[in-house]
């Protein structure tokens, strides 16, 4: 029997804002000492204030 993740793992599933920002937060401190973490919190940061496009783009 197969288990639900690779009956599924060819759709590709949307997540809203929120749950992105806190997942990315989880794994992260507020004030990350990493310049690839500072770069990460910041495009989490502005997510809510960027189309789509802009967003993929900075990322």
């Given at each position: 029997?197969?288990?639900?993740?690779?009956?599924?793992?060819?759709?590709k599933i949307p997540i809203c804002q929120d749950h992105?920002?806190?997942?990315?937060?989880?794994?992260?401190?507020?004030?990350?000492?990493?310049?690839?973490?500072?770069?990460?919190?910041?495009?989490?940061?502005?997510?809510?204030?960027?189309?789509?496009?802009?967003?993929?783009?900075?990322?």
């Amino acid at each position: 029997m197969k288990n639900l993740f690779s009956e599924f793992s060819a759709y590709k599933i949307p997540i809203c804002q929120d749950h992105m920002i806190q997942i990315v937060r989880r794994h992260l401190t507020l004030h990350p000492r990493l310049i690839a973490a500072r770069k990460l919190k910041a495009l989490v940061d502005g997510i809510a204030n960027e189309d789509g496009a802009v967003f993929e783009s900075k990322y």
